[in-house]
């Protein structure tokens, strides 16, 4: 199946990690050319030359979210090395494990704009060039704790629910002009990040990670986590040429495991 991703610029946000090192490379082998912003410099280098060995275009670059004023910068230099923007996804770094009650309005605000309004500030940036050509994808990578929310991870999951509300309302706005708007939701996904909370839940709880980690497979019909590419191959259909009429939606990648309906 051809996806039509051929010559298209993908600009993955969190593209040194698991998640969006996957979905980079999963562009990548549909003839996108990427560009990979991480706060880790050097895991995006490490995405762009797995990349790179595979035939591929791919830049790298260290992108903080955090700091909101480098976005018109950041965009600028891939728009240079690449060109203009057609595929944004964007994924945001996951605040610590806590409880919703108790936080400093400081924490709000730090982990509101880098997760949040960070991720506005670039679309706002890529939107007209998308609009202009009458074609273009945002696809937002969020949590299975916006439909269910997951104990403990209390800043998450009341921050990245913003993202699902913005992504369908921008989806009405710009669905005339071609571009698409979309959520995508993992589930217990084997990345650095699942196995970090797993251990801080083994540790909050006294137990083993492997207990732990068993709790999590027996909730999961699949009877497993899944692997980053299944994640990534989704978001590649959903940034192609096939996926032209979805949008607004919510989509789960998580073997069964979110429990809501």
């Known amino acids: 199946m051809d996806l039509g991703l051929n010559g298209r610029v993908a600009l993955v946000l969190g593209g040194g990690g698991g998640l969006g090192s996957a979905i980079a490379q999963s562009l990548a082998a549909e003839g996108s050319l990427v560009a990979a912003a991480d706060i880790d410099k050097s895991a995006a280098d490490a995405t762009a030359a797995a990349i790179a060995a595979k035939g591929g ?4 670059m260290a992108w903080d ?4 004023e480098s976005v018109d910068a950041n965009v600028t230099k891939v728009e240079a090395e690449l060109g203009p923007v057609d595929i944004l996804v964007a ?17 709000w605000r730090t982990f509101f704009d880098s997760m949040i309004v960070s991720v506005m500030a670039i679309s706002d940036r890529v939107l007209p060039g998308m609009r202009a050509r009458n074609w273009g994808r945002i696809i937002t990578s969020t949590s299975s704790g916006v439909v269910a929310p997951i104990p403990n991870l209390g800043i998450s999951n009341a921050l990245r629910l913003s993202l699902v509300g913005w992504s369908k309302t921008v989806a009405a706005e710009v669905g005339k002009d071609g571009v698409t708007c979309n959520v995508v939701m993992p589930g217990r996904i084997a990345t650095q990040r699942i196995s970090f909370l797993d251990e801080k839940k083994a540790e909050r709880e006294q137990r083993s990670v ?15 986590y899944g692997d980053p590419s299944e994640y990534a191959d989704m978001v590649a259909f959903l940034a192609s040429d096939r996926a032209g009429y979805i949008t607004g939606s919510q989509i789960r990648i998580d073997g ?3 429990p809501s309906i």
């Open 256 to 258: 069964g495991y979110i």
């Open 210 to 224: 492997d207990e732990v980690r068993a709790d999590s497979l027996a909730m999961i019909p699949m009877g497993r």
């Open 91 to 107: 994924i945001t770094g996951g605040p610590p494990p806590g409880t919703a009650h108790g936080q400093s309005v400081d924490t």
């Open 57 to 60: 275009t791919a830049t790298a």
């Open 65 to 68: 979210l955090a700091e909101i």
